[in-house]
């Protein structure tokens, strides 16, 4: 099972975290910085995966990364999951979001979280892989945009109609609005 989702940059900016077992936001943190010291500190050349952190769970799990360009990609796992299938888990998210955002890069994961959410979702979900097929997540991704889309058609309506009432030019409609001659109140009899 997958524990975490760590995508940081050289750094130790998190760009991306998604954890799939409760950890309190500042263990969360001490997490990320002991991942980073694991994994920044190895050279281009050794194995992509080790034994993982103590306080992710010491021996019991993996860290299973890949670094592109300026940004590490970390799966937390536990000892049940298949180190090469994780790794081709991270290229596919990879690729997927090279796709997405054509020539993704950090600022992509900055701008657009939500929509790396949405693609790490069709991917990941409860810590269980769920599809590893590239075009089947694209296609989902795809339905997602759309339906964005038309629901930003829809959120514009009133705003619309607040433009459409304004031009009814109201204010001038009531003052051109003949009222009939009231009797003033001085010659009312009571």
Excluded: W
Excluded at 112 to 120: E, G, P
Excluded at 156 to 161: I, K, L, T
Excluded at 167 to 179: T, V
Aim: aromatic share 10%; proline share 2%.
């Amino acid at each position: 099972m997958i524990k975490a989702i760590l995508i940081f940059n050289n750094h130790g900016k998190p760009r991306l975290t998604k954890f799939y077992q409760y950890y309190a936001e500042d263990m969360q943190q001490q997490i990320i910085r002991e991942t980073f010291l694991l994994v920044s500190k190895r050279d281009e050349n050794v194995c992509n995966f080790l034994e993982g952190g103590s306080l992710i769970g010491g021996a019991d799990f993996k860290l299973i990364y890949r670094h592109y360009a300026t940004l590490f990609f970390v799966f937390c796992v536990d000892s049940s999951e298949s180190e090469l299938g994780i790794l081709d888990l991270i290229q596919v998210f990879v690729e997927t979001l090279d796709k997405c955002f054509e020539n993704v890069c950090e600022l992509d994961l900055i701008f657009h979280v939500d929509k790396v959410q949405n693609l790490l979702g069709e991917l990941v979900m409860g810590g269980l892989a769920l599809e590893t097929n590239m075009a089947e997540i694209l296609l989902r991704y795809e339905e997602q945009e759309k339906l964005e889309r038309q629901e930003a058609g829809l959120s514009s309506a009133p705003s619309r109609a607040v433009s459409a009432v304004k031009e009814l030019n109201i204010q001038q409609r009531i003052k051109d609005i003949k009222l009939p001659e009231l009797p003033s109140i001085g010659s009312l009899k009571f």
